[in-house]
């Protein structure tokens, strides 16, 4: 079995596997996401090249990120008729997404009346320039034959509320074809220029049906292979690049070509290495999760924002449109930890783009509710913070009527959700400049928003937290959610944390902070609010918490007969109506992510008990869920319940086993919180890595078909592989760190040097839940 890379020989047939395959190998360097579609395919086949950070709306539709032009458009006849995998004979055809430096390679043999032609292209999103995409295509035939190609760049483009571009000019300049065109909403200028290295044919140019082309034609020889380089860049206004759009397009475009395609690769390639030495998790013995946990580390790699953009990671990366290409909570809490734990730049970008949305935030809480302060995070974040999130975000299938959902107004928690990852950065890292960039005035606000909105109930001398939605979707406007209220009140906690960090290192800026927020008489107030919130606790009997007031006088029905009541497979199950909103039936983990998230505060008893209630009890509807529940499972030994999961997680985008629609609300595309997931599960699960107050910590629980198991980890500005074996725990510490550290195996603390690798003996049978 390969381990660094998927291929398929599937025959695109129907529109479904297109879309499948289409964002299974798909590939993306942060800039710009291209899907997995073939050379030759257009709009109908959902070629999409979307650029991240760019949005743009058309009428009332939904706003969403712009896709471009694409520049990889080539299609080819052969004595004068069209070859193409749908319309086509196809003797073989294989694709093939390479790991090691994210490259898309497809490989199609036709046959052609006696004749066999073989089509091959390769093409990568540069790591090293963010604007470019550089293809090399391929043609042979066994016979002599009179070829055409037509390659050029596609004005035709996929949108789902589009289209996006306007008044689009296609023309040629020298040597390089150009596409311009402007987004409806805010005039921004996109251009996509293209040049091209082609050392045979007569080459005649061309605009026919949206397509700028080059149509080259030549005569072949038996059995001779032809190829030529293409090089395209998108460049758009926002990316401040130069004074003149095109003329940047141009000359990124330009400028490959003249570097040519091997030293573009080896650059890209060189790149690529350095990114896999800081992540790639080995796992010996079990080649299927391997594969599939690196596919998942792959994606994350690809899509982490270009350094210095301002960018976040969207719920569906740049797979395309889906979810209006908005950044949720997935990211901090699905995605961030991988960045953390592997290179914490990145994860510093991604907590820059909170500080930077920051004012959005600061708009959605004057905005959403009465006394509203400080800052609401928009469930669904765009390029400014405001809430891209509709107030009837799915249709039902049944009427096709738009149906009222609150998870823009009442999902309250994204804002703790971004609160702990600023603090979970300064505590794995060390690191306290991101709290004087910005970092303590999000975790003052998001502070001050819980205080504004905690409402006090004399009675019972409490705070609490009302009309709330929790992870789970299908409840909606409920009271006191444990998962919401343990968020907020962790907000206040380490807003407070912060503010002494800061008086004790940085009195002086602290002082300036707390005059700028005029915030500094509130900090009693988030004491007092922190103390007396009230958080669901653990039943002294059962151990079961309640997800929220009410909970358990819902009605106790099953999956199946939940399920059983739908009139349409799309109809969405929650807002108003939905077959789970009056049953016990939950959209994900909510109790359970609680208990994953603030791992350290509930023993193995209460997480078991409340696995064991709520699992029965939840559809998964949201990717994100799996990995929770094998991450408790993990905590006391559900081992092959877990390694399930963590498969199931891993494997979403590799399967295709998901949902395509929400109501009538297209959602397809990829999955990077599951990919981050599948990543934790490993990493914290399995691995049992955990920073504590002391440290690292680890506690193995190795699957029992894994032998070995290398982990690189960086943590608090230094690098570490971790290799677990079933009898003992290696901890190497990189000849270039700086510090000594103690880190506890299994319980034992260790004293790990610079340069030095630390071996501790374990019994696997000896670890509490051992695999
Ligand atoms: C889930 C949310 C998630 C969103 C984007 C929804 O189905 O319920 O928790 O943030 O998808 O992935």
Known sequence: MKLWEINSSEIEGDAQSVMRLGTQYQISNGYMGYRGTLDEYRSEQQVGVTIAGLFDQVGDAWREPVNAPNGGYTSVEIDGSPVGVLTSEVASHRQRLDFHRAEFERETCFKLGTKRVTIRSKRFLSSVTPNLCVIRFSISCDQDAKVVVRTGIDGKIWDLNGPHLVD????????????????????????????????????????????????IEWETQAGEVYSFDKYFAVVCEKDKLGESVPRTALAIAREACRQGYDRCLRDHQQEWAERWLRSDVVLEGDDDAQLALRYSILQLLMVAPVRGSGNSIPARALSGQVYKGAVFWDTEMFMYPFYLHTNPSVARDLLRYRIRTLEGARRKARSEGPGFRGAFYAWESQETGDDACSYFNVGDPVTGRELRTHFRDKQIHISGDVAIAFWRYFEHTGDDSLLLEGGAEVMLECARFYASYAYFKKDKNRYELLDVIGPDEYHERVNNNAFTNQVAKETF????????????????FLEELLSRLDIESELVEFAEVAKLLYVPRPDETTSLIEQFDGYWKLRDATLEEV???????????????????????????????????????????VKEANWKYYEQRTEHGSSLSACAYALVALEFGECDFAYRYFLKTAKVDLEGNYKLYAGTIFIGGSHPAANGGAWMTAVFGFAGLQVTERGLSITPRLFKKWKRMQIPISYRGEQFVITITRREVIVSSSPKNRNTHRV????????????????????????????
């Not at 109809?571 to 791992?599: C, H, N, S």
């Not at 319980?747 to 501790?760: A, F, I, N, Q």
């Open 168 to 215: 689009q000019v296609f023309s040629k300049n020298d040597d390089a074809l150009l596409v311009n065109a402007w987004t409806q909403e805010t005039g921004q200028q996109l251009t996509v220029a293209e040049a091209l290295h082609c050392p045979f044919g007569k080459e005649v140019y061309e605009v026919e049906d949206q397509l700028n082309l080059r149509v």
């Open 493 to 508: 906690d380490i807003a407070l944390k912060a503010v002494e960090h800061l008086r004790a290192t940085y009195p002086e």
């Open 563 to 605: 399920k059983g009541q739908l009139v349409h497979p799309n109809e969405y199950w929650g807002a108003g109506q939905g077959v789970a909103v009056p049953t016990q039936i939950i959209k994900q983990a909510d109790v359970v992510m609680m208990l994953t998230l603030f791992r350290d505060r509930y023993d193995a008893k």
């Open 744 to 771: 506890l195996v299994a319980g034992r603390e260790v004293t790990c040097s610079p340069g030095s690798s630390v071996l501790t003996e374990i019994q696997e049978n000896a670890l509490e839940g051992a695999c």
